[in-house]
């Protein structure tokens, strides 16, 4: 699980919590943030999520 942030001058701290796990936080400002406006990536978990949805029968797509 994971987000896509933009981070500059203002970045702030971001608390997050995964299914009732405990409370985590990362810091969002880096050495570049007061100088550019970064677009990253941050990966919060590696549990995998799985989805899987029952195909449309009354569909006509393939």
């Given at each position: 699980m994971g987000i896509a942030i933009l981070s500059g001058p203002d970045a702030g701290a971001l608390h997050y919590r995964i299914d009732n796990g405990e409370e985590k936080m990362i810091d969002l400002y880096t050495q570049w943030s007061s100088s550019l406006l970064l677009l990253w990536y941050l990966l919060l978990g590696n549990?995998?999520?799985?989805?899987?949805?029952?195909?449309?029968?009354?569909s006509r797509s393939i």
């Amino acid at each position: 699980m994971g987000i896509a942030i933009l981070s500059g001058p203002d970045a702030g701290a971001l608390h997050y919590r995964i299914d009732n796990g405990e409370e985590k936080m990362i810091d969002l400002y880096t050495q570049w943030s007061s100088s550019l406006l970064l677009l990253w990536y941050l990966l919060l978990g590696n549990q995998l999520l799985i989805y899987s949805a029952a195909p449309d029968l009354q569909s006509r797509s393939i």
